[in-house]
Nanobody, 127 residues
């Protein structure tokens, strides 16, 4: 059974940095597209970033562009989210997602397009 396990969340002051990790198992699981989403209390889950292993293409939500960086190691089925210049508006539960297909420009930012999800990790940014 495929599992995605996030780690690295926590409490950070505004302006600080955090790095989230997401490890997929079993090692035989091969994703094509992986993404990060977040969900704040009372709000819908929103797209943060995505990476396509083939070619290393990356995409970001406008709200995090220039501050967050998605990266990963396909051989280790691990994806990271480096978050810099954090603001209280970044406070949310962050979820890792994966799909075994190449998600198109129309779909990569849509939560419904991903078949596999982690349990989420809380990120809280204080002002």
């Amino acid at each position: 059974q495929v599992q995605l396990v996030e780690s690295g969340g926590g409490l950070m002051e505004a302006g600080g940095s955090l790095t989230l990790s997401c490890a997929a198992s079993p090692h035989t699981f091969k994703s094509v597209t992986m993404g990060w989403f977040r969900q704040a209390p009372g709000q819908e889950r929103e797209f943060v970033a995505a990476i396509w292993w083939s070619g290393g293409t990356k995409a970001y939500a406008d709200s995090v562009k220039g501050r967050f960086t998605i990266s990963g190691d396909n051989a280790k089925s691990t994806v990271y989210l480096q978050m810099n210049s954090l603001t209280p508006e970044d406070t949310a539960v962050y979820y890792c997602a994966a799909d075994t297909t190449y998600l198109s420009e129309r779909h990569y930012s849509a939560a419904f397009a991903y078949d596999y999800w982690g349990q989420g990790t809380q990120v809280t940014v204080s002002s």
